[in-house]
Structure formats: structure tokens, C-alpha cells
């Protein structure tokens, strides 16, 4: 069981879809908290329908004064307002300013690199930790990858792989999906971060149990950010079972074939068109949704010496799971104990076997 914080745990964004459920772990964990956002009634029927009654305090992230003052009492603030890549940084800097560790649910990896470009030595010199994406995407890939290479560094290469079934996004995902989908991704090659380019590229991959071998895509996820910093290897490659986005094989291949012209449409005014859209979509999928999720990560990392070690996490439930990585984090980055600071990838933040072994409580499985 972790300590107690040393102080309150902040939720900003408090009252969107991820929000609600990182409150409803925090009650049901019973560990201090602070509920934060722009909307006074919207943060106050949040707090009530998770059953708690901890402070409501209000701050856009446009005011800087008011965030500091929304969070200056707290030791860690976890960031559920996205997407991140518009709203984030204001957060990060408050959390920095207050002297408070911070953590988000972002699945936004452009902006995880530019947090740990600009924030690492502000993060230092204040004695506090920034780690961002810490729910489902990308703790738990992030933390077997590590587990993955042990004994096999230096790697070739290492290769990160999603199967996601019967998932229904929130508004919130939607949203940032569409941040990412604009703006491309990265890739991890010979040392360095490189745009990915929109070439279209088509592979298959074998998947353990019964997913079995499935077309792969290219996914900008964070683990090309977070992986090289904790894992000796030339190349990072991050792959997504592609049936999880279009069922028919000749769909696919016309959705490879899409996506340059599909992000150069989302630099115009099309983009605004598909906010509105989003918007009048419900909040997030329903807890009987949730029950039907279903996701398998593959690490498998290639030592230059041949050796290979392979991880698998199997697990559910995404956005339950989520707000289980996202609270535990930071009950452990609020104990007067944790002493790690700078921008961190998960498995520099935490040690990989524990933090995996606690969340089997909620569903998650892996070995290696």
C-alpha cells in the first residue's frame, strides 16, 4: 500500500470523462484530494456524483495566477484536461511553479516530446517529476518494454505492437486523436527523433493467444518518446493492430493509402467541421462498453547480439484502467519518500514490476 501524501492530490479537468473516474479512485483509495477545472457547476456535480467532498477550485488554463492558486497546496496534480497539446503546458508549468509533481492521461505524442524538451530542467531544479501519459496508453507498454530488454541490451531494435478490441472513445480521446491525426508522429532511428513521414507502410505481426497474426499500421504512440530514455537501442518501432480501426482488408488498405491527404485536410477549416462533430457525440462509452474492452501490448525487443526478449500486457476495461495508473502514480509520487524529478518515462518514475503487479487488481495481466 503506498503512503500517505504528503499533501492533496490535485484533478484538473476534473469534470470531463477521465476526470470523473480518476475522482471515483481517488474516493474509493481514500487518499486527499482537490477537485480543479474552468466550470464551477460542472467540478461540483462531478464531486457529487463521485460521492466526495473535497475543495472545488476554479482556473482556465489561460490564467496563470488562478492555476497557482487552484494548485498550490497540492503535491501532485494529475492533468486530465485535453488535449493536452492546446491546454497541457499551462498545467505543467503551474505544477512546476507550485512545487508540485505532475502527471497526465495524455495520449498525445508530440507533446510528450515537447514537454521533455522544454520542462526537464525546470522540473529539476525544482525537486519535482513530470511524467506524462500515465494511463493506458502508454504505462503499461512503457513499463514491459523495459522488462523486455533486460539481459538483451543493446537492442537492434525494439518494437511496441496494440491489439485494442470494443473500444468506444470519449469525446476526449476523439479530440486529441485529432491532434495526432493532423500532426503526425514521431520515430526512434539510430539515436534520434525523426518526423515518421506519411509514406504508406503495410505489415503483419503475430499476436499472441487468439488475435493471432493481423495487419499492423504505423501508431505515433508515446512509447517512441519514453523507451529510448530508459533502454539502450537504435530504434524504437510502434505498430497497431489495424482491424481495431477498419474491418474490411481493402478499407484498410485504402486508409493507408488516405492518411497524407486525410492530415493535410485537418490543417484547414475541415478541422473545425470534425471539433463540432465530435461534439455532439455522447461523453465516453458506458461502464457495459467498458466491460467488452479488450487490449494486448507486445514488446519484443532484438539485441544486437540475436537474443530477443518479448512481453506481453493483457488487460481491459481502458479508461477504468486509466484513472487505476494515473491515482497510483501519484499516491506515489505524493509520498514524502519519492525523491525522483525531471521529465521521466514511466519506468524511470517507477520501478516496472511493482506498479504492473498492482494493477492485476484491476484486470491487467503480464509476464515476460
Keep these: 500500500m503506498a503512503p500517505e501524501p504528503a499533501g492533496p492530490i490535485g484533478v484538473y479537468g476534473a469534470s470531463g470523462y477521465t476526470g470523473k473516474l480518476v475522482l471515483r479512485e481517488l474516493v474509493r483509495r481514500g487518499l486527499p484530494h482537490v477537485v480543479a477545472g474552468r466550470s464551477a457547476g460542472r467540478l461540483r456535480a462531478a464531486a457529487a456524483e463521485a460521492g466526495t467532498e473535497a475543495p472545488v477550485r476554479t482556473a482556465a488554463v489561460e490564467d496563470r495566477d488562478a492555476l497557482r492558486h487552484a494548485l498550490g497546496d497540492c503535491s501532485v496534480v494529475i492533468n486530465c484536461a485535453g488535449p493536452f497539446s492546446r491546454w497541457g503546458e499551462a498545467v505543467v508549468r503551474a505544477a512546476i511553479e507550485t512545487g508540485a509533481h505532475y502527471l497526465d492521461t495524455t495520449g498525445e505524442q508530440l507533446y510528450m516530446k515537447r514537454i521533455a524538451d522544454r520542462w526537464d530542467g525546470a522540473a529539476r531544479a525544482a525537486g ?204 506515489l509520487m505524493a509520498a514524502e519518500d519519492f525523491d525522483r524529478s525531471g521529465v521521466l518515462a514511466p519506468a524511470t518514475a517507477f520501478e516496472p514490476r511493482p506498479f504492473l503487479d498492482r494493477l492485476a487488481e484491476h484486470g491487467l495481466s503480464y509476464e515476460v
Aim: proline share 7%; glycine share 10%.
Design 128 to 331: 519535482v517529476a513530470v511524467v506524462c501519459a500515465m494511463g493506458f496508453d502508454y504505462v503499461p507498454g512503457d513499463l514491459v518494454a523495459h522488462l523486455a530488454a533486460q539481459g538483451h541490451e543493446p537492442l537492434r531494435e525494439l518494437v511496441v505492437a496494440y491489439s485494442v478490441r470494443g473500444l468506444v472513445p470519449s469525446r476526449g480521446t476523439l479530440r486529441s486523436a485529432l491532434e495526432i491525426f493532423k500532426d503526425g508522429g514521431l520515430r526512434y532511428d539510430e539515436g534520434e527523433w525523426r518526423p515518421a513521414g506519411t509514406r504508406p507502410r503495410r505489415a503483419v505481426l503475430t499476436f499472441p493467444d487468439e488475435i493471432g497474426r493481423a495487419p499492423v499500421m504505423p501508431y505515433p504512440s508515446g512509447e517512441v518518446v519514453t523507451v529510448p530514455r530508459h533502454v539502450q537501442t537504435r530504434r524504437v518501432t510502434a505498430l497497431i493492430d489495424a482491424r481495431g480501426f477498419v474491418a474490411h482488408p481493402a478499407l484498410r488498405a485504402l486508409l493507408t493509402l488516405t492518411l497524407p491527404a486525410a492530415r493535410l485536410a485537418l490543417r484547414t477549416p475541415l478541422r473545425s467541421l470534425a471539433s463540432l462533430a465530435i461534439d455532439r457525440l455522447g461523453e465516453g462509452p458506458t461502464e457495459e462498453d467498458r466491460r467488452t474492452e479488450r487490449f494486448t501490448v507486445v514488446a519484443v525487443a532484438a539485441g544486437e547480439d540475436g537474443s530477443v526478449g518479448r512481453g506481453v500486457v493483457r488487460g481491459g476495461d481502458v479508461y477504468g484502467l486509466t484513472a487505476a495508473i494515473a491515482v497510483h502514480g501519484a499516491a
